[in-house]
């Protein structure tokens, strides 16, 4: 269980529906659905129950809902008290030719992201 999770959980519990909360999110429908059949696992209870076009919490998600409200306040309080702990640590490499043609583009980053920019003027042979 981590704090991706648990945001994730209360995401689909405001919206009533996986994807909104995966265009929310910027992940696809099939994260969002891993994450919560990942949840019901590890806590042994079904969250969600299929309702119309959207989904609908069940008594057992609702009643979760202060706890893990809680453990997430508790788990960003650990993590802005010491930089250094993340919940993830994710490394994205991105390669590019002819980065001279782009013209525009868009980079949404957290506040604890560090760029690293490289340029190679030819592909590696």
């Known amino acids: 269980m981590d704090l991706r999770t648990l945001e994730t959980f209360l995401h689909v519990i405001r919206s009533g529906a996986v994807g909104k909360t995966a265009l929310r999110l910027n992940v696809t429908q099939s994260a969002i659905s891993r994450r919560l059949h990942g949840l019901e696992k590890e806590l042994g209870v079904k969250l969600f129950t299929p309702e119309g076009r959207g989904i609908r919490p069940t008594n057992a998600a609702t009643s979760l809902i ?6 997430i306040k508790t788990l960003e309080a650990i993590k802005f008290k010491d930089p250094n702990v993340s919940s993830e640590a994710t490394v994205l490499r991105v390669a590019a030719i002819g980065l001279h043609k782009v013209t525009r583009g868009q980079v949404y980053l957290t506040s604890d992201c560090n760029i690293r920019c490289h340029h190679h003027p030819h592909p590696p042979s």
């Open 66 to 71: 202060p706890e893990i409200e809680a453990a």
